[in-house]
């Protein structure tokens, strides 16, 4: 099996690269548009900010290139908000495969003052669809850090309360998005990362 790591100025790579090693995993690292189109599987991560992340992919094409793939895709974290259709990060337009937005954490009452943005901590994942959270059990601990989230929507397939309910996962056809980290999610992590290479 191929698997590839799409490579863009995303921060995540190598924790995922070592991620896969301990379930027994080799990758690849890449932008080359026939390496990524060759692969039986496709993973597309990121820490960072959505309209930085989106130049680079716009300027190498790579953009074009994500949504065409016709194989599973995973988008991790800022992966996933690119896969949305607007982020409100600096006003940017992303590749719009899934029709959810990503907004800002706008924590708005006393009660929710003491809720940091970004939030950066563990939390739980509820209302779990699809074959990616075989095995994972209602309200699982991931690990997040993020400030902004991707609104519920048609293609939420997991829930986080944070501030409001929010999307921690979404699918639609081939591609899937975490907005939590597996890599960093101990074994629940590593049981969503199987799950994806089994699809």
Known sequence: MKLVIIKYNAGNIQSVLYALERIGVEAIVTDDHSAIMAADKVIFPGVGEASTAMQYLQDRQLDKLIVSLTQPVLGICLGMQLMCAYSEENNTQCLGIFEERVQKFQP?????????????????????????????????????VHGYYAALGEHTIAQTDY???????????????????????AGIGEQILKNFIQL
Do not use: D, R
């Open 108 to 144: 708005n009452s006393i009660v929710q003052a003491n809720l940091k943005v970004p939030q950066i901590g563990w939390n739980t994942i509820t209302h779990l669809q699809t074959p990616i959270f075989n095995q994972i059990k209602e309200n699982s601990y991931c690990y997040f």
């Open 163 to 185: 501030v409001q309910p929010y999307s921690s996962a979404l699918h639609k056809n081939n591609f899937y998005g975490l907005q939590f980290h597996p890599e960093k999610s």
